[in-house]
């Protein structure tokens, strides 16, 4: 069974620009969660969405944002791109529901210049 | 968020068992207790939960206290494979929320 994968694998942006980072879930789960890896800040929770829906989100400003599409998979934006974006993020899927053990993809790494 | 105290980092020699403490004073009735770890260059992956007994899975066992203030992750013997950094997570059981809140977790290293 294919596990949770993300694209791209390297995102060079440079400040100002856009990024969109791509997640595809293990067949069958529903929620789909963001997380940023920061060098020095650890793991910090983004986004969860659930069947479609933006559930709760992170103390992240607005520029970060995200949907997730009808077959499940999901996609993060980052607007107007700051140094300080850089960083490994995560998705992780789950099945529906808020107790389910999160599967997470390997990341997109961006480095913002 | 309740919050969660690991140490930073701790070592252990090859086949031995491990044990890497959590406390968690502040933990509410509707908290779980979850593990997670992170090898290197990789995603975070699930090792075990809990809410009140003791668990026990293929990867690992988890000893809660009776207060549930404080659980204890075990190896039960430590391999090379098994370096890496673990989370000792609380996650609200009511439903509102579904997020993992990552400490700083506990960087364990294994020597032969």
């Known amino acids: 069974e294919a596990g949770v994968t993300q694209s791209p694998t390297h995102l060079i942006k440079t400040r100002g620009q856009q990024a969109t980072l791509r997640c595809s879930p293990i067949s069958g789960h529903t929620s789909v969660y963001w997380y940023q890896q920061a060098l020095g800040l650890g793991l910090q929770f983004l986004l969860w969405y659930d069947e479609g829906e933006e559930r709760n989100r992170g103390n992240f400003p607005p520029r970060f944002s995200g949907r997730q599409f009808p077959n499940y998979s999901s996609e993060l934006n980052v607007n107007a791109l700051e140094l300080e974006d850089s960083a490994l993020y995560l998705c992780?899927?789950?099945?529906?529901?808020?107790?389910?053990?999160?599967?997470f993809g390997p990341g997109t790494r961006l480095t913002v210049l | 968020d309740a919050k969660t105290t690991q140490p930073n980092s701790m070592e252990s020699n090859e086949e031995e068992p491990v044990h890497l403490p959590c406390n968690h004073s502040?933990?509410?009735?509707?908290?779980?207790i979850h593990w997670y770890r992170q090898l290197p260059s990789q995603g975070p992956e699930y090792v075990i939960h809990g809410l009140t007994s003791n668990v026990n899975n293929r990867m690992a066992s988890l000893a809660i206290a009776e207060d549930r203030k404080s659980s204890t992750l075990i190896l039960h013997r430590a391999t090379l494979r098994d370096a890496a950094v673990y989370y000792c997570?609380?996650?609200?059981?009511?439903?509102?929320?579904?997020?993992?809140?990552f400490g700083t977790g506990t960087r364990l290293q294994v020597t032969l």
């Open positions: 502040t933990i509410s009735g509707t908290d779980y």
């Open positions: 997570i609380l996650r609200d059981g009511t439903g509102t929320a579904s997020k993992l809140t």
């Open positions: 992780a899927s789950s099945l529906g529901g808020p107790y389910g053990e999160q599967f």
